[in-house]
């Protein structure tokens, strides 16, 4: 088959990595990264004018393209840049907020355009990556929702101007059934976020939900309608991270092959030795081989089972070969490769904190396994 960007996929790329690589030197990625806000508001809103953001969106949504190839495409850009801004809760809170209909149009618009910046809260302290366990808790009241309970590790929180939280409606705290999706507004009364530092760079934070009062129309699924979606806009994370760890991927190979060309030991340089010849070339093949993993996750829409399936396999494949990439690149580096003024050592803190977001490699073998079951 022919993997071949289109036309307007390689201006899209194009576009993207001359902005990133203008805009995105490491020591100013850093300074932005590990700041207050773990983010830029300028940066952010140049991109979204170039219309990056709504690269992740079909027409439909409000977007221009949006297909799989395009997710992955662009995340792999930020992945190779290293880019903290907002885009994964962009994608998500903008596929939840389309899903939940049109008179949800102005929010998703705000979310396409990127004047505005939305988060998701599915994790909670016990959930395990299992997206049913939910113990917050929402009440139907006269006017319509009270929502009791905690949402934990939501990044880009403490920036966000909209965040799609999962809810409890009734059942057990592992029912599929019974859930509830909403979307709530950042700075509605009750709701209290405590942000702090990721290891890698950007900021996550915790939620704590009191009494929140929300209108009806905040709900965007209920029941079997509700586990579906979240299934879903998991699924795009899945994607859009493992391309993201991809292009991690490939920055590191190329800088441990230049380092390797460049280091010298008994007069010649290092890459001249069989041994790291071999570690490289097997790396090298891993990341191959995950790049197979997320070109055939991105090939949607497709059967639901068949999608899971891919999605599961992709993050299962970068989530193994991130961490050895990760690994073998600060090994062949040496000591140097664990310093600040390295980008490797940054490159590799966000490839293996990447396997840990919407399911590690344990999660989702045994996800992809129990799949092939059905």
Known sequence: MDFKLTEDRRMLEDTISRFLADKYSISKRNDIAYSETGHSAQIWAEMAELGIVAALFTEIEGGFVGQGFDIALVFEALGR???????????????????????????????????????????????????????????????????????????????????????????????????????????????????????????????????????????LAEGDAAFELLETIAGYAHLALSAEALGIMEVLKFSTIEFLNLRQQFGVPIGKFQALQHRMVELVLDIEQARSAVINASTLPCDKIDRAKRLSAAKLTVSATGTKVAEEAIQMHGGIGMTWEMPVSHFAKRLVMIEHLFGDEDYHLARYIELSKV
């Open 81 to 219: 840049a290293l880019c903290p801004e907002p885009f994964l809760g962009a994608l998500l809170t903008g596929k939840a907020l389309a899903a939940g209909g049109a008179e949800h149009a102005d929010w998703l618009n705000s979310i396409v355009s990127g004047e505005k910046i939305g988060a998701v809260a599915f994790e909670e302290d016990q959930s395990h990556y299992q997206l049913q366990h939910v113990a917050t808790s929402a009440t139907k009241t006269a006017s319509g929702y009270l929502i009791n309970g905690n949402k934990a590790v939501v990044t880009h929180v403490e920036a966000a101007d909209i965040i799609i939280i999962s809810a409890r409606l009734s059942g057990n705290v592992d029912d599929q059934s019974g859930l509830g999706i909403f979307a709530v507004a950042a700075d509605i009364a009750g709701l209290e976020i405590q942000d702090y530092a990721n290891v890698e760079g950007g900021r996550s934070g915790q939620l704590t939900l009191t009494n929140v009062a929300l209108p009806p129309e905040a709900l």
